[in-house]
């Protein structure tokens, strides 16, 4: 299932701008490339099963990352797709 473009709020209460998924170039794994909304706006690549997994806060499971807002026409005109 493909992953929705957009801002994503980390369990932690940070937020981040998901642009979209790779590649890994050795082991072909699928990651997520987002960007952090803080600070110094770090980019940042974590496996998608990762990001899509549940975490456990105060005994009760959440989304490491819950999407809030998407933007599926994001990266329109600015990348090449297939």
Known sequence: MAL?????RHYKGQR???LGTARHSETMEEVV??????GEY?????PVAMF???????????????LEQ???????GVVATP
């Open 52 to 66: 899509r997994e549940t975490v456990e806060l105060d005994g009760e499971p959440i989304p490491r990352f819950a």
């Open 42 to 46: 770090g980019l940042w690549v974590r």
């Open 70 to 76: 998407a933007e599926p026409d994001l990266l329109d």
């Open 4 to 8: 929705t473009a957009g801002i994503y």
């Open 33 to 38: 490339v987002y960007q952090a909304l803080y």
């Open 16 to 18: 981040y701008l998901v």
